[in-house]
């Protein structure tokens, strides 16, 4: 197989698919630019034949990249470690046979949006129960960047019910909304345990920390290994605030317990970072970096720019705010990946400069609902908004 700039191993080695949109992709990275490139199909032999895929597939023969692989592509620009070359690792393209050879040992399965918590920065999309404050909140759908509201399943989709999909399997990654309170999902790991795959499975899973039970507990210590990835992005008030109703101390501890699990290999975090939780991260950062420490390797975090609402992004504040955060980044041990990551975030040039004032026109309305205040978090707020009226 050709091993050019752009060649993936994903592309014959694994599948990102969403249940309840019907979607596949080559994996999570990959953003559909257009509804062309959005493939809701019936099978993944459809999916196979896609133009999407099809097209994919020429960009890399080509040594180009494809639109929807800007993500790693600006990652390995940034002479940051990309998805692009995580794959590589894992699924050597030398040892795919040719451009039909094409094999499910990396399965992104992405079920309903159950969840516990109503970040701000979600959608309805992927939290049931901030799909509910929207619904009981009509003035807050303008902003929802998914029209999905309520579409929460209680059967395992039919690409899961195939079993031929785990005849090659080594990595089966699940998220939700939270997959530890998903009936979905524990119908799924028990279907690939009882089939006799789990022991050749590695499982990964992105939880948001705040429910731990003996059944889940059981269940992926039957797997070969364990990777668990928190999302967190912030600690103490800066936490509480974005992911409501989540109590960090709680949250911490459960962190802090993931030893417990037998099988574990590794362990991760995940950070939106956004207009939320700039202004504090230099309060936020240090205890992350030495949680992570803690439970693994204070690299393993990953920093993801946000992209909802309109507006929350840093790099759409005015440049004196922006400044703000670099100076506070500044300050944080420059060697550290995440720290380079959201420099650079950072310093994107600004898009939008009404997309602030968007930020708070929703914002207000949610501190509205829920009795909460964002200049409890920082002074640089309310400067912010008198800024950007």
Same mark, same amino acid.
């Given at each position: 197989m #050709?091993n050019?700039?752009?060649?993936?191993?994903?592309?014959?080695?694994?599948?990102?698919?969403?249940?309840?949109?019907?979607?596949?992709?080559?994996?999570?990275?990959?953003k559909?630019?257009d509804q062309?490139?959005?493939?809701?199909?019936?099978?993944?032999?459809?999916?196979?034949? $896609?133009?999407?895929?099809?097209?994919?597939?020429? @960009?890399?023969?080509?040594?180009?990249?494809?639109?929807?692989?800007?993500?790693c592509?600006?990652?390995?620009?940034?002479?940051?470690? @990309?998805q692009r070359?995580d794959?590589?690792k894992?699924?050597?393209?030398?040892?795919?046979?040719?451009?039909q050879?094409?094999?499910?040992k990396?399965l992104?399965?992405?079920?309903?949006?159950?969840?516990n918590?109503?970040? !701000?920065m979600c959608?309805? %999309?992927?939290?049931?129960?901030?799909?509910?404050?929207?619904? #009981?909140?009509?003035?807050l759908?303008?902003y929802? @960047?998914?029209?999905i509201?309520? %579409?929460?399943?209680? $059967?395992v989709?039919?690409?899961?019910?195939?079993?031929? !999909?785990?005849?090659?399997?080594?990595?089966?990654?699940?998220?939700?909304?939270?997959?530890?309170?998903?009936?979905?999902i524990?119908?799924?790991l028990?279907?690939v345990?009882a089939?006799?795959?789990a022991?050749?499975?590695?499982?990964?899973?992105t939880?948001?920390?705040? =429910?731990?039970?003996?059944?889940w !507990?059981?269940?992926?210590?039957?797997?070969?290994t364990?990777?668990?990835?928190?999302s967190?992005?912030g600690?103490? *008030?800066?936490y509480?605030?974005?992911?409501?109703?989540?109590?960090?101390? $709680?949250?911490?501890?459960n962190?802090? =317990?993931?030893?417990?699990?037998t099988?574990?290999?590794?362990t991760?975090? =995940?950070?939106v970072?956004s207009?939320w939780?700039?202004?504090?991260?230099?309060?936020?950062?240090?205890?992350?970096?030495?949680?992570?420490?803690?439970?693994? #390797? *204070?690299d393993?975090?990953?920093?993801i720019?946000?992209?909802?609402?309109?507006?929350?992004?840093?790099f759409?504040?005015?440049?004196?705010?922006?400044?703000?955060?670099?100076?506070?980044?500044k300050t944080?041990?420059?060697?550290?990946?995440?720290?380079?990551?959201?420099?650079h975030?950072?310093?994107?040039?600004?898009?939008?400069?009404?997309?602030? *004032? $968007?930020?708070?026109?929703y914002?207000d309305?949610?501190?509205r609902?829920?009795?909460?205040n964002?200049?409890?978090?920082?002074?640089?707020?309310?400067?912010?908004?008198?800024?950007?009226l």
């Amino acid at each position: 197989m #050709d091993n050019s700039k752009t060649s993936c191993s994903a592309l014959w080695r694994s599948l990102y698919y969403n249940d309840m949109t019907n979607e596949y992709r080559v994996c999570c990275d990959f953003k559909p630019v257009d509804q062309k490139n959005r493939v809701g199909l019936g099978s993944v032999e459809e999916y196979l034949a $896609s133009d999407v895929y099809q097209e994919l597939k020429s @960009s890399m023969s080509q040594g180009k990249w494809h639109e929807g692989c800007k993500t790693c592509e600006i990652d390995e620009e940034k002479g940051m470690k @990309s998805q692009r070359q995580d794959f590589n690792k894992q699924f050597k393209l030398e040892d795919i046979k040719n451009d039909q050879d094409f094999q499910i040992k990396y399965l992104d399965y992405r079920p309903g949006n159950l969840c516990n918590l109503k970040c !701000r920065m979600c959608t309805p %999309m992927f939290s049931s129960v901030l799909a509910k404050e929207l619904n #009981d909140n009509p003035e807050l759908k303008q902003y929802a @960047s998914s029209k999905i509201f309520d %579409m929460m399943d209680v $059967s395992v989709g039919q690409l899961i019910k195939d079993e031929k !999909r785990f005849e090659h399997l080594e990595v089966l990654k699940v998220l939700g909304g939270e997959p530890t309170i998903d009936p979905q999902i524990y119908d799924l790991l028990e279907f690939v345990i009882a089939k006799g795959y789990a022991k050749n499975i590695t499982l990964k899973y992105t939880t948001n920390a705040t =429910n731990q039970n003996k059944r889940w !507990r059981d269940l992926i210590q039957q797997f070969k290994t364990v990777g668990v990835t928190f999302s967190c992005d912030g600690t103490a *008030k800066t936490y509480e605030y974005i992911r409501t109703p989540a109590k960090w101390e $709680s949250v911490k501890q459960n962190i802090l =317990n993931v030893g417990e699990i037998t099988n574990l290999s590794k362990t991760g975090f =995940n950070v939106v970072f956004s207009v939320w939780n700039c202004f504090t991260v230099d309060e936020w950062l240090p205890e992350l970096i030495t949680l992570s420490e803690k439970i693994g #390797d *204070k690299d393993r975090i990953q920093v993801i720019n946000c992209t909802h609402p309109k507006g929350s992004q840093v790099f759409n504040m005015p440049d004196q705010f922006k400044q703000i955060v670099l100076d506070k980044l500044k300050t944080l041990p420059q060697h550290h990946t995440v720290v380079q990551k959201l420099i650079h975030y950072t310093q994107l040039p600004q898009r939008n400069n009404t997309a602030t *004032k $968007s930020f708070f026109d929703y914002n207000d309305k949610l501190d509205r609902i829920r009795k909460t205040n964002i200049n409890d978090i920082s002074e640089h707020y309310e400067t912010l908004r008198q800024n950007t009226l």
